[in-house]
Nanobody, 120 residues
């Protein structure tokens, strides 16, 4: 079982910055992929940024150049630095981790979510 605890959300003005943190209860050696998702009211949850199992990063087009995902392996923590925030970035942000169990089975874990609100 993997527990994920997010922090760092809040209210910020348009153009401002926030940094989200996600602390995992296990070593990153036990996790195959991690990322940040968000869900705005009335919309589907979408990938914002993530580390793939191969260690590469990927970003949603809407956040490229503004958001940066990083990690501290010693602290088992993933960060999402969000700059130049826009009102459309307002959402609940969720940390996600995957473990590949078999070739056809993946264990998926979610944090409790942290609210990010960007005022115009």
């Amino acid at each position: 079982q993997v527990q994920l605890v997010e922090s760092g959300g809040g209210l910020v003005q348009s153009g401002g910055s926030l940094r989200l943190s996600c602390a995992a209860s296990v070593s990153f050696l036990s996790i195959d992929a991690m990322g940040w998702y968000r869900q705005a009211p009335g919309k589907q949850r979408e990938l914002v940024a993530g580390f793939t199992s191969g260690g590469n990063t990927n970003y949603a087009d809407s956040v490229k150049g503004r958001f940066t995902i990083s990690r501290d392996n010693a602290k088992n923590t993933v960060y999402l630095q969000m700059n130049s925030l826009k009102p459309e970035d307002t959402a609940v942000y969720y940390c996600n981790a995957n473990r590949i169990i078999t070739s056809t089975r993946v264990a998926n874990y979610w944090g409790q979510g942290t609210q990010v609100t960007v005022s115009s």
